[in-house]
C-alpha cells in the first residue's frame, strides 16, 4: 500500500550547520514529491518540490534529492538559521486518477544556538 | 493578500451534535481538500473537490461530508461528531491539479467530548 515515512522523527543541529531530513515512501507510480515546513500554530508551507523524473532540485538554501532505486527522498538545508525550526513533512503526489497526497508523520527540527 | 481562511479556529463540542468548518480561499483555486492532522499520523486527506459541485473521497472519509457548491468555499461537516474525531483540520487548496502549490488554512483544532 501508499505510504510515505521518515527515517528520524526528531533532528537537532547546530546554527549554521547543514540539516538533512530523510524521508522514504513505497509508491512507484508516484508523480512528484513535496516538502512542507510546518511552524507552530500553523498550516503546512509549500518549500521546495521535484518530479519523479528528476533526482535533484535546489532552491533558496534547500535541495531535495530523490533516489528512486531505494525510494528515498531527502531535504537538505544549508546554512541552518533558527527561523529553520519546524516540522518537515515529505509528501508524495499522485494526480492520474484520484489526485491527493500522502503525507509522511514529519520530522521535528530543532536548532540549538 | 492570498488566502485559505478557515473558522472556528477552536471548537469543543459534545458527541452528536452537528457542526461545520467553513473553508474559503480568494485565489479562483478549482483543487480543495480537507486533510486531518493527529500525532504520529501526520497528515491524512478526508476528502477533495475538484471543481464545483465535483467532491471525491481521500483516505479517511468516514464521519464527514463535504459540499462544494461556490468555487471559493468548501465546508467540512460532522453530521453526528464522535471523540475520535478529535483533531486539527486543515484546508487547502490549489490552482488546477497543482498539489504542489497546494496552500494551506491556519487550521481548526476540534475537541469532541
Known amino acids: 500500500g501508499e505510504s510515505v515515512g521518515l527515517h528520524l522523527p526528531t533532528l537537532s543541529v547546530q546554527e549554521g550547520d547543514n540539516s538533512i531530513i530523510n524521508c522514504a515512501y513505497s509508491n512507484s507510480a508516484s508523480d512528484y514529491f513535496i516538502w512542507y515546513k510546518q511552524e507552530s500554530g500553523k498550516g503546512p508551507q509549500f518549500i521546495i518540490d521535484?518530479?519523479?523524473?528528476?533526482d535533484k532540485r535546489q532552491g533558496q538554501r534547500v535541495t531535495v534529492l530523490l533516489n528512486k532505486t531505494v525510494k528515498h527522498l531527502s531535504l537538505q538545508i544549508a546554512a541552518t538559521q533558527p527561523g529553520d525550526s519546524a516540522v518537515y513533512f515529505c509528501?508524495?503526489?499522485?494526480?492520474?486518477?484520484?489526485?491527493?497526497?500522502?503525507f509522511g508523520q514529519g520530522t521535528r527540527l530543532t536548532i540549538n544556538p | 493578500e492570498a488566502q485559505v481562511t478557515q473558522n472556528p479556529r477552536y471548537l469543543i463540542t459534545v458527541t452528536g451534535k452537528k457542526l461545520t468548518v467553513t473553508c474559503s480561499q480568494n485565489m479562483n483555486h478549482e483543487y480543495m481538500s480537507w486533510y486531518r492532522q493527529d500525532p504520529g499520523l501526520g497528515l491524512r486527506q478526508i476528502y477533495y473537490?475538484?471543481?464545483?459541485?465535483?467532491?471525491d473521497k481521500g483516505d479517511v472519509p468516514e464521519g464527514y461530508k463535504v459540499s462544494r457548491k461556490e468555487k471559493r468555499n468548501f465546508p467540512l461537516i460532522l453530521e453526528s461528531p464522535s471523540p475520535n474525531q478529535t483533531s486539527l483540520y486543515f484546508c487547502?487548496?490549489?490552482?488546477?491539479?497543482?498539489?504542489?502549490?497546494?496552500?494551506f488554512g491556519p487550521g481548526t483544532r476540534l475537541l469532541v467530548l
Open positions: 521535484i518530479r519523479s523524473n528528476m
Open positions: 509528501a508524495e503526489a499522485i494526480i492520474q486518477g484520484a489526485q491527493k497526497l500522502v
Open positions: 473537490s475538484m471543481n464545483v459541485e465535483v467532491t
Open positions: 487547502a487548496s490549489s490552482l488546477n491539479r497543482g498539489l504542489e502549490t497546494q496552500y
